[in-house]
């Protein structure tokens, strides 16, 4: 069963909820919305109809989530994230005397958010693009383009800085060349990775 939906929280028709998952006040769950099992749905946060949300993932408060974003296992959502849909959205017609609908259409990309993820407090995701497995977004970034497995990204556009481990510790720096390779172990936990300019391989997944 689920472990608990704060009383104020709004759920519309068809979610799915999955056990022990707790949503908290002010939440708001559009339709056709899939959460898995063991999630923690921040307060104030807003999902939007036809999302898809894994297992143990952590959505922190004044989260809004859009239609077309996928989250898989594991990811973690900080405080005032927004993901977003459109990349030349328009309120009206050209002609100004219509709302455009706000239904999906061609216009409509999608994000998907890897397993393992986190993203900080108070970023900006873009559209058509991914965030990759165990990947880090720092907070406060602008995320315009998709972020390989295991890359640390920060600023306004978010650039790859680093490669961190899937506990979360910083494993290097990149290196300001043009080539590298390096073997190294995570000094909190002891995983080795190998990381050949930019790209990032576990030599000891658990």
Not at 17 to 23: F, P, R
Not at 152 to 178: E, H, K, M, N, Y
Request: hydrophobic share 40%; aromatic share 6%; with cysteine.
């Amino acid at each position: 069963m689920v472990t608990k939906i704060h009383p104020t929280a709004l759920i519309e028709e068809q979610v799915q909820i999955g056990a022990h998952t707790s949503i908290w006040d002010n939440v708001h769950i559009r339709h056709s919305t899939q959460i898995g099992e063991q999630c923690i749905i921040g307060e104030k946060t807003h999902i939007a109809y036809g999302v898809k949300i894994g297992d143990r993932v952590k959505i922190n408060a004044f989260v809004y989530i859009c239609n077309a974003v996928t989250l898989e296992d594991g990811v973690m959502i900080s405080a005032g994230t927004i993901f977003t849909n459109d990349r030349f959205p328009r309120a009206t017609t050209s002609d100004l005397q219509q709302l455009r609908s706000s239904d999906p259409d061609e216009h409509t990309l999608p994000t998907l958010v890897k397993a393992g993820a986190t993203i900080g407090a108070g970023c900006t995701i873009g559209n058509d693009l991914s965030i990759g497995r165990f990947a880090m977004v720092g907070m406060g970034s602008l995320v315009t383009r998709s972020v390989p497995d295991f890359h640390l990204a920060i600023g306004t556009p978010a650039r790859s800085v680093g490669a961190v481990c899937r506990c979360g510790q910083l494993l290097l720096r990149f290196p300001d060349v043009a080539e590298f390779n390096e073997t190294l172990s995570c000094s909190s936990c002891g995983l080795k990775y190998q990381i050949t300019t930019q790209a990032v391989t576990e030599l000891t997944p658990p």
